[in-house]
């Protein structure tokens, strides 16, 4: 491992059902046929979860595939996974709830492993709940609808991975957008990125990324807001929110988090 | 400025009232009389908060102090107020709502330079509100109560001066151990720090604190925690939590944030 964070790879859910370029790019980026990939199913309650994505990535070619039964933050202590960590190329956490693998993993060796290994080059991706769970700050749950009330949304501590950005995922499918704007009202300094099913940003270690999938990431920039009103607001009444700006980007897009800089793939403009 | 982070000074709210040995403290840390402090009255809806805060340390003795009228976002990306967080040799925030610290700094130009001058030297104290504010992960409203619930504690991104701990502050007064029991259990990575009226944790840039005032700190540490039902409880029942050790710091009292060790004041055990 190196001096260079590894890609950080929300997906928003239900990417196995559609065609699977999303886990072959991921399988591609970690090595291809060579990759270590360590499946981490805590998120999830049905026991075929994690097995039934062992075998996806073997018919992709990955032949070192193994699944860490993570049950509770006893086994996340246990040096045997903390090693398998570190001996991975990259990380697949499957769907579920995300507060299962907050309070399982969060603090224990299993999750130090994951900040220090992403830091040296170590992939991490994560589906619907493991999106969720990548960042500092996450969306513990909430509730569907567009205008952005206080009651929408609970905010924990997640991963920690990157702290200028909160994930949200199924995002259009679920109509996410008020519970996301709702998010990021709170304090205006992270960016909010919604990722609908069958989609995924990979985040470079450079903080730019590129949408890969069949849906969008609709980006949530408040760099520019004027006024949010979530300290006066009550709690299930709606939040004004003034001067956000918003990119919808499907395959092939990128943005420059650093730059804050949106740009659409170039089959779609014609430009190289 | 240089290459060490300035203190990180949570206070638990009340503490003019007292004798003033906090505020003494913090004036001393800056530079006693030649102290350059800024304060920053965002927090209240009351006009003499910022003006009583100047008078306090002018009456110790320091010359150049300074209130910051931070309104609206708008002032907080003015450069003019960025130069003063600048050329600070210390802030101070004031309580109110810390949901108007973060609507109204967070994402700013005041709030990053005051995040890029703390990690070079600048030092932040901040009281009730703006002890919520300090750190990564802030507890932007809740309800009083020992048994920690869901319902409790709703959490939203902070100033971020660190991502280590979750400050409550009135601790003892109003009654904060389950709200800060609940934040803390959503994800046992980050420490809990619950600081009472009249007191405050000088956290000094290795990350150890030392308490000063007439109340106490109390520590929650989830480093062994070995269950949280967080994950599955209902967000208006009681959760149950397995393992958390808690320290109760007075006066003189220190605490290790990485070595996560505790001692009591050398007064209290006669030792040296």
């Not at 994560?126 to 567009?146: K, R």
């Not at 990722?195 to 408040?222: C, H, K, L």
Request: hydrophobic residues 35%; aromatic residues 6%; glycine residues 12%.
């Amino acid at each position: 491992m190196g001096n260079e964070r590894g890609y950080i790879i929300p997906i928003g859910g239900a990417e196995e059902k559609e065609g699977g370029s999303i886990l072959e790019r991921f399988a591609k980026l970690c090595g291809g046929s060579s990759a270590r990939i360590a499946v981490i199913p805590t998120a999830s309650q049905d026991p075929e979860s994690g097995p039934r994505n062992e075998r996806h990535f073997r018919e992709m070619g990955v032949r070192k595939v193994r699944v860490l039964p993570l049950e509770s933050r006893q086994d996340c202590q246990d040096e045997k996974w903390v090693r398998k960590i570190e001996d991975a190329d990259g990380v697949y956490m499957t769907g579920g709830n995300q507060l299962r693998l907050s309070t399982t993993l969060g603090g224990t060796g299993v999750a130090e492993a994951m900040r220090r290994c992403n830091a040296a080059g170590l992939h991490v991706a994560g589906t619907s709940a493991g999106a969720s769970f990548l960042s500092e700050h996450m969306i513990a749950y909430g509730d569907e609808g567009s205008t952005p009330r206080a009651s929408l949304v609970t905010l924990a501590p997640g991963l920690g991975l990157s702290d200028r950005f909160i994930i949200d995922q199924h995002f259009r499918q679920r109509n996410r957008l008020g519970r996301l704007l709702a998010a990021i009202s709170y304090n205006p300094r992270c960016l909010g990125l919604g990722v609908d099913e069958d989609t995924a940003a990979f985040i470079a270690p450079d903080d730019t990324f590129e949408v890969v999938g069949s849906g969008a990431v609709t980006v949530i920039d408040p760099s520019e807001m004027e006024y949010s009103s979530m300290d006066s607001a009550e709690r299930d009444r709606p939040v004004s929110v003034i001067n956000v700006r918003i990119h919808v980007l499907t395959e092939g897009g990128t943005y420059d988090i650093s730059a804050r800089r949106a740009r659409v793939a170039p089959a779609l403009t014609g430009k190289p």
